[in-house]
């Protein structure tokens, strides 16, 4: 399943976006720093860093502290708050795209297929989202700049879940079977929260 050429820059990248990987929550679940847990082989940040890097042209790790263990440009959020809206509002802020791809460092199973089906779908939207049983998945989804004078006004609120906010922009929301005929078990949604969750997810 190729992507539209017409959806490509030259270099056969995405056009007109950056891709983000989040690594700056507290991993409390986990019980240590999720982007630098090792599974199959390779840290959850490596495997974020080699689903995104063929798919973008740029790829930036969002981050609170400087990390020593990547070599793609990070993203320094410096707020108290660990929210994933904050650090990609700050991403809007450092970056130049129109839009953001944001995953989540604990995403690993990502599909290329998938993802470039939904660049397909941005077209005048604010965002792109996936339908994952009764949710839309607020991680592994397209961010329009358009996004962010509304999540300044909901991080200026207190309210800084991206759940709420894709319900208060123009979102195309991929519905679940739709979006199967690219990633057949929805793995692109999947989140390592817990060691549990290594194990079990380490056996497919």
Not at 112 to 118: E, F, H, S
Request: a negative charge; hydrophobic letters at 40%.
């Amino acid at each position: 399943m190729g992507m539209d050429s017409r959806l490509r820059g030259n270099d056969g990248f995405i056009d007109n976006c950056t891709a983000v990987i989040l690594a700056g929550g507290q991993s409390k679940r986990m019980g240590q720093d999720k982007a630098a847990v090792m599974f199959q082989g390779k840290t959850l940040l490596q495997h974020a860093e080699d689903k995104l890097t063929p798919l973008f042209e740029t790829v930036v790790v969002s981050t609170r502290e400087q990390r020593s263990d990547t070599g793609l440009p990070q993203v320094l959020d410096a707020s108290q708050s660990r929210a994933p809206m904050l650090g990609i509002a700050a991403c809007f802020e450092a970056l130049d795209a129109d839009w953001l791809f944001v995953v989540g460092v604990d995403m690993p199973f990502i599909s290329a297929d998938l993802v470039q089906y939904m660049a397909s779908q941005r077209g005048n939207h604010d965002a792109v989202a996936l339908q994952a049983g009764d949710m839309v998945q607020p991680l592994c989804c397209f961010y329009h700049r358009s996004c962010l004078p509304q999540m300044k006004a909901n991080i200026q609120a207190g309210k800084r879940s991206l759940k709420h906010l894709l319900q208060a922009v123009d979102t195309r929301v991929i519905p679940e079977s739709e979006a199967r005929v690219y990633d057949a078990r929805l793995q692109s949604v999947v989140s390592l929260d817990t060691p549990q969750d290594l194990r079990d997810w380490s056996k497919t």
